[in-house]
């Protein structure tokens, strides 16, 4: 079917709010007199190759064939157990499929649901109980902390949190400020509150001790911990040296935007998706008319715990799945967050009542300069060509309780693409009793009767390849390999060569830094006419260390991609997410593990699982809150150009960049900035 370009809908335009209007009033039509809870609310990814199809003929300025515009929604009905999966075709305004979740699996809760359960714990007597049982101050604010339940057993379990509880600042000044650290005053209880019932049906009084089983005690009372604060204004003192740096492009951005979604930027062309779930989403990536990647997307990580003591010892986000990027997604600020000239995007996701709900600046674009591109100076004349190299930044930061992940995509102008994550916020702690020793090695003491845990922060990227194409890519890896000695072909003993394997069937492959491992994507239809190699992406990234946890815990059953660094699975618009689409007290069994088990040969339809991540052994200087631990993962051009692809950069010019000289000498002398002529000061050199 062909439909006329004016009136489609593109396959790949981010949701809209009519979309979600449309969705849940079509939910609730098929249950008249409910109160229907609508928990996600998101576009259905589409067949590959029927927007493969409408990529190409749009492309060409051909008739555009008709993909169906569908959106999936997770509900429960109020007040009762069980919950829904339903695919709306908003085309035709009908539910083309519909299943009952099985029992234990549960979809993930929204920031509502969360603020629901921390109101409703702080009514409840048992709570009540516990909280009189410690005698705090009576001027103290106990502050709850909802996280999802964990996991510890293979049963089907009902749905529910685990709420932590704290107390705000201890000094009246700062307990005052809006940005004071509750986070520094854990108490010695939780509470596990029924999803359904929303009542709290546990209480669990935490370890205390270095012993397994050292939960505190009916006489345990309240032991103050010093305020640890992190806001500036709280501050004894601040810096009075740090300079104003401001990022200036006065004839503008060298970026353009069509639609609120395609971007275009030297020679990158894109569609930038969002979702509730994953955040930014990059579609049909391409580099001067060049097809190079269908879709690229954070698909999860995982944030096991390490301390062994009940309950700690199910304690395991799932950033994503169970709290997700987009809904968590914070506001950016001009000139905070963002530095430079900045493009804002908003985008929708759903509230429990199926409305539009707006992210407001959740995604910020802007350049940067990231230092000398290329360069070389010719000695024998002492000439220098030097170009600088840029970046085009897209940034999302997400707040999950405690942390904050700050999740940025680049280009560069080397025709490579990035992923950084930089990872701050406040670490989780918990209590402990002062004034004995503890004998661990699964976390530090940060403050007298404060522990911080180790834990590991572990990524998956999914990548689905379009070199130079959209249905020829393969994957293969290569490994630089010593040869051997021989009298004929290696007598010296310092030749090695490069071997390239490629990947047939579905399964996972480790990282070997020994053997310079990597992983990339190639189009075996085509071939680079110097090198006569395949063009290509490879994958660069370090070989972090992998899940800890024993392969027989939870931990370990649930997070089905952090035991390798990368695994191979047969594209499909069903498998996206490696933990499974429901990792909310999941026990395994539905992600990328089990897909990569089913030997499936892959030929040019596999898609690639990058995983990486932090090990996190906690420091003092961690604390009160973390500065950013930054890690990153480059994808570049392999054999695809024939040449350097930045030889077109314009060369750096100061007479363009208007650099300023600081005089030599001890600027304590004199102040440069109040002398004449000190202002201003252009190099001679035009090439530094």
């Not at 259905?44 to 409408?54: D, G, P, Y």
């Not at 009905?77 to 085309?91: H, N, R, S, T």
């Not at 070389?376 to 030097?386: D, F, L």
């Not at 499909?572 to 007290?585: M, N, V």
């Amino acid at each position: 079917m062909l439909v006329n370009r004016q009136k489609t809908v593109h396959p790949l335009l981010t949701l809209q709010p009519q979309e979600v209007t449309a969705t849940s009033d079509i939910i609730r039509q098929t249950y008249p007199g409910k109160d229907i809870v609508f928990r996600i609310i998101a576009i259905k990814e589409s067949r590959r190759s029927l927007v493969v199809a409408f990529l190409e003929a749009e492309r060409s300025s051909a008739s555009l064939p008709h993909v169906p515009r569908c959106t999936y929604v997770s509900y429960q009905i109020k007040g009762q157990p069980g919950a829904f999966e339903d695919i709306v075709d908003l085309g035709t305004r009908k539910v083309i499929f519909h299943k009952e979740l099985p029992k234990g699996v549960h979809p993930p809760a929204g920031t509502d649901d969360m603020l629901a359960v921390q109101q409703l714990v702080l009514e409840d007597e048992l709570v009540k109980a516990e909280i009189s049982r410690l005698k705090i101050p009576e001027d103290a604010v106990v502050v709850p902390e909802a996280w999802p339940y964990g996991k510890d057993t293979s049963e089907a379990d009902p749905k529910q949190y685990q709420v932590w509880f704290f107390i705000g600042s201890l000094d009246q000044k700062n307990r005052a400020h809006p940005s004071s650290n509750h986070f520094a005053h854990p108490l010695d209880f939780s509470a596990i509150v029924d999803d359904v019932t929303k009542k709290v049906v546990k209480i669990d009084r935490l370890p205390m001790g270095d012993g397994l089983y050292s939960q505190s005690g009916d006489d345990e009372v309240y032991q103050p911990q010093p305020d640890a604060e992190y806001a500036s204004e709280l501050q004894p003192s601040l810096r009075q040296d740090v300079k104003p740096i401001i990022i200036s492009q006065p004839e503008g951005v060298s970026f353009t935007v069509e639609d609120d979604q395609v971007i275009s930027w030297q020679k990158w062309k894109f569609h930038m998706d969002f979702n509730w779930r994953e955040g930014v989403v990059l579609r049909d990536v391409c580099y001067d008319g060049r097809p190079v990647f269908y879709r690229l997307a954070l698909a999860e990580m995982t944030v096991p715990y390490a301390d062994p003591r009940p309950p700690f010892h199910r304690k395991s986000a799932y950033d994503l799945g169970e709290g997700g990027v987009g809904n968590t997604a914070n506001n950016l600020a001009l000139g905070c967050d963002c530095l430079g000239a900045i493009r804002y995007f908003d985008r929708w996701v759903n509230d429990s009542q199926g409305r539009p709900e707006i992210r407001e600046n959740c995604i910020c674009m802007h350049e940067v300069d990231t230092g000398v591109g290329w360069k070389h100076t010719n000695y024998r004349n002492m000439r220098a060509e030097v170009t600088r190299s840029r970046e085009l930044v897209i940034q999302t930061i997400m707040t999950i309780s405690n942390y904050e992940y700050i999740l940025i995509w680049t280009f560069d102008t080397a025709a490579a693409i990035h992923y950084e994550i930089r990872a701050t916020g406040i670490m989780s702690v918990v209590p402990m009793r002062q004034g004995v020793e503890h004998d661990i090695d699964y976390g530090i003491m940060v403050a007298p009767g404060v522990m911080a845990p180790s834990h590991q922060h572990i990524f998956c990227l999914r990548m689905d390849p379009a070199i130079d194409g959209y249905n020829s890519s393969t994957i293969a890896y290569n490994e630089s390999i010593a040869k051997p000695v021989t009298k004929n072909h290696n007598p010296y003993g310092v030749a090695y060569g490069l071997e390239t394997h490629e990947i047939h069937k579905s399964g996972h492959l480790d990282l070997d830094p020994s053997r310079n491992r990597i992983v990339k994507f190639v189009n075996k239809e085509k071939v680079n006419k110097v090198t006569g190699k395949n063009p290509g992406y490879a994958v660069h990234v370090p070989a972090t260390q992998l899940q800890l946890s024993h392969a027989t815990s939870t931990h370990a059953s649930r997070a089905e991609f952090a035991d390798h660094h990368f695994y191979f699975t047969k594209q499909s618009e069903h498998e996206l997410y490696p933990a499974g689409d429901y990792p909310w007290q999941s026990m395994g069994g539905g992600g990328v593990r089990t897909w990569a088990g089913r030997n499936e040969k892959l030929g040019s339809g596999g898609v690639a699982w990058v995983n990486f991540g932090f090990t996190h052994n906690p420091r003092p200087e961690d604390w009160p809150v973390m500065p950013c631990e930054v890690f990153r993962v480059a994808i570049k051009p392999s054999h695809f150009f024939e040449r350097n692809p930045a030889l077109d950069m314009p060369a750096s010019r100061q007479s363009v960049n208007k650099s300023t000289l600081v005089p030599k000498g001890n600027g304590r002398e004199a102040s440069c900035c109040g002398q004449k002529g000190d202002q201003g000061i252009e190099a001679t050199n035009d090439a530094e």
